[in-house]
């Protein structure tokens, strides 16, 4: 009897806890590119990223042909030049290099911190909004189909018209 007690209670806690866990689960779903790309700013943002690339690929233009420059002088002239004018021309030539090198690899990291700082408060602006509709609507989950990380869809409301909405956009 007292085995048949156990084996019940057992039950009521397997089974009733299923039932605890079997919450109303609403999905919806978003593709944050497509957002991004009509968010009011982001235009704004994108050309002021284009003008600091064309500063710094002027910049860099330059650097190369000086570079491009010594060393055309050098290969002309070094048969005339004693062995320390040779030596320091080519040092000049690969502190150059490294130079421009430096510079390329300090203005991809510019150009990056520069995007960040540029589109986090429109990506801020955005999450925002999503997380307004999501709980308005008593969402559970929101899935982001611009990542492709959703396979499958179909019980999945599109929130963009409600976050479109609430940004204020058409």
Request: aromatic residues 6%; hydrophobic residues 40%; contains cysteine.
């Amino acid at each position: 009897m007292k085995k048949i007690v156990i084996a019940m209670v057992a039950c009521l806690f397997a089974f009733g806890g299923t039932a605890v866990a079997q919450k109303n689960i609403k999905l919806g779903h978003i593709n944050s590119n497509d957002l991004m790309q009509i968010m009011p700013g982001r235009d704004s943002a994108q050309t002021v990223l284009q003008k600091e690339v064309q500063d710094l690929e002027t910049t860099l233009k330059t650097m190369q042909g000086e570079m491009e420059k010594r060393y055309n002088e050098y290969m002309e002239n070094q048969a005339g030049w004693t062995e320390l004018i040779r030596n320091t021309k080519q040092r000049e030539i690969q502190d150059m290099g490294a130079r421009i090198q430096e510079f390329q690899e300090n203005a991809q990291k510019q150009l990056q911190e520069r995007e960040s700082t540029l589109l986090k408060p429109i990506i801020d602006r955005a999450k925002k909004a999503i997380e307004d509709v999501a709980r308005e609507g008593g969402y559970t989950y929101i899935l982001d189909a611009g990542t492709a990380a959703v396979l499958y869809s179909q019980d999945s409301d599109d929130i963009m018209p409600l976050v479109k909405k609430k940004l204020g956009l058409k």
